[in-house]
């Protein structure tokens, strides 16, 4: 149910982001990813570590084909981008996201407010960083 809400909530605000500029885009998915995560912090981080244990191998990785399905398409969508590469930009995104977070709520002090806030801070200077970088000039 938790990770069909992070999905749920990837899809409908890449309805919302399609074709608008790609700083709007990067923020707007990485405000939904995380808010999606930390609505039930709980959940979210008991998730994690029973993925560990559990055989969620397949539910995760079908709704990680959604997440890069919505990431992708939103991407391709900017008004202000193109890529060489999109199902690379699109991934490398995707994962520079849910890799950090994971991280965040797997940690000895777990997803803390201040841990929460910085993610909120400086994932947007990674994604767009990386963003820059990999658009067709």
Do not use: W
Request: glycine share 6%; net charge negative.
């Amino acid at each position: 149910q938790n990770l069909v809400r992070v999905v749920l909530s990837v899809e409908f605000t890449r309805e919302h982001l399609m074709g608008k500029e790609i700083d709007v885009i990067t923020g707007g998915l990485i405000q939904t990813y995380i808010d999606a995560k930390t609505q039930h912090i709980e959940a979210s981080q008991a998730l994690y570590f029973a993925a560990r244990d559990l055989n969620l191998v397949d539910l995760a990785n079908a709704m990680s084909r959604r997440i890069f399905a919505a990431v992708k398409t939103v991407l391709g969508s900017a008004r202000d981008a193109r890529f060489d590469d999109l199902d690379t930009v699109a991934f490398i995104v995707q994962h520079a996201l849910s890799g950090t977070v994971r991280a965040v709520f797997e940690s000895e002090d777990g997803p803390t407010p201040p841990a929460i806030e910085t993610l909120r801070g400086q994932l947007p200077l990674l994604c767009r960083a990386y963003l820059s970088r990999a658009i067709i000039p």
